[in-house]
């Protein structure tokens, strides 16, 4: 199914939206961390073990963004997008039916492997479309459009939290829960479906303004992923999202478990307003950051995100336990810059590989993102859980795992410093192969 090309006058403006339908409710997977108390509570798992539907999520995200990406590319945005649409919501309806009837493995093959393929090939959906239609800030655009998964969760864990305390937090609870955002999600992602447009190749449209999309450097999908540049991005990225899941996927208990030991305890509400508060930082990020890339450049940017989040994680570890302003207030600096490497990175493909397939290349490293998922939450779950067998409680359960964190993000960093120009032995003869693709993708559509 391929997206109709836009009429001539139509406004570019119109794109985001489309996208922010679809990725707002994708986003909806940062809320998960509202599902692991009850679903531990009601099919006795540990916390390693509820982690594995999101875990697996994240696994297939990737997966399928990586095989997927020449597909979007070749079928266009509306395919892309009506396909996420069926897996995610069918996803929900397998894990209702998991919870119903306690068969835990149902949860994880519906909201970790078919939800996660739906999560995959929607966070990619709008990418090359936005860049196409905002070549000249292509920060700008990509951070609009994917400051929508960040914010999933500030509408889905509030109303999560709602749905499961009216419901009831056992089985059923839960299942009714999953049902109902099964359906509602099905409803507005379908805006997206009959909203996107693609550019039109010749004649006017509001980006006749806007520099060429097809000038300067241009690499194929399979040339950059042979590329010493793919794979220092790919740590950058892996390295990034390890530190910012770690603390995302966990949020709710990791807060609770802090400050347990205190004076001011935290109650499951107020946990489940530090996940929205963490998804609001994570939205405002991706759209603040991204931004700020387009006019202070990708690597500096990304310097910001590792360094000062390992500052972040060095404060957590040190005070955090002492200060709730302190942890709540690193936390969230981690989460922006979280959600910031996520909207930086298109365009920071962009930058070095050009537009001919940036779709498909994306794809390719959002890999690291299947790493990271499971990396992040395992470190923290399966030390957490070790350190609660040997009798340790609160900010202990975390020590050894933020020390980690703080490995990785300067592991990144590093990695960061070590991006260069592309060679020019992998440039395609641009811009008239990719004039020629651009061409026969109009006519496909």
Not at 51 to 63: K, S
Not at 80 to 88: E, G, H
Not at 185 to 192: D, P, Q
Not at 247 to 256: F, G, Q, S, V, Y
Request: charged content about 10%; aromatic content about 10%.
């Amino acid at each position: 199914m391929s997206p109709p090309v836009a009429p001539p006058a139509w406004s570019r403006w119109l794109v985001p939206p489309a996208a922010l339908s679809v990725h707002l409710s994708i986003g909806q997977a940062y809320a998960w961390s509202v599902f692991k108390p009850p679903l531990e509570s009601s099919l006795n798992l540990s916390g390693t073990q509820s982690a594995l539907p999101f875990q697996l999520a994240i696994v297939m995200l990737g997966l399928s963004a990586a095989f997927g990406g020449t597909l979007v590319e070749r079928n266009g945005p509306r395919w892309a997008m009506t396909v996420a649409l069926i897996c995610f919501s069918s996803g929900f309806l397998i894990s209702a039916l998991g919870a119903e009837t306690k068969q835990f493995w149902l949860i994880v093959l519906g909201y970790g492997f078919v939800g996660g393929i739906g999560l995959g090939i929607g966070y990619i959906s709008p990418v090359s479309t936005l860049i196409k239609w905002f070549p000249d800030r292509p920060g700008m655009a990509t951070g609009i459009a994917i400051m929508g998964f960040g914010g999933g969760a500030l509408i889905a864990s509030p109303w999560s939290a709602q749905m499961l305390k009216s419901f009831g937090s056992d089985n059923t609870g839960i299942a009714q829960t999953f049902l109902v955002l099964g359906l509602s999600y099905a409803v507005f992602m379908t805006l997206g479906v009959l909203l996107v447009r693609v550019p039109r190749t010749e004649g006017p449209t509001d980006t006749a303004n806007a520099p060429s999309v097809l000038t300067g450097v241009q690499v194929s999908a399979n040339s950059a992923v042979r590329t010493p540049q793919f794979w220092c991005l790919w740590v950058v990225l892996c390295m990034n999202v390890t530190a910012g899941i770690g603390i995302l996927e966990k949020a709710a208990p990791m807060i609770t478990d802090f400050f347990a030991d205190t004076s001011t305890p935290v109650s499951v509400s107020a946990a489940a307003g530090f996940v929205a508060l963490l998804s609001a930082a994570n939205m405002a990020g991706r759209i603040g950051w991204s931004s700020t890339s387009d006019l202070i450049g990708r690597k500096n940017i990304y310097r910001v995100y590792l360094g000062v989040g390992a500052v972040m994680y060095a404060l957590i570890a040190l005070f955090g336990d002492s200060s709730k302003p302190l942890f709540i207030l690193c936390a969230l600096v981690i989460l922006s810059f979280y959600g910031g490497g996520f909207a930086t990175v298109p365009a920071y493909l962009k930058d070095l590989f050009g537009t001919y397939q940036v779709g498909a290349i994306h794809g390719r490293l959002l890999t690291a993102w299947s790493l990271a998922g499971v990396l992040g939450p395992l470190i923290v779950n399966w030390i957490a859980d070790h350190q609660k067998d040997a009798g340790k409680h609160g900010a202990s359960l975390y020590d050894t795992s933020f020390v980690i964190m703080i490995g990785l993000l300067v592991i990144g960093f590093v990695a960061n410093e070590l991006v260069r120009p592309v060679d020019a032995r992998h440039h395609i003869p641009a811009p008239r192969e990719a004039v020629d693709v651009e061409r026969q993708q109009s006519e496909s559509a």
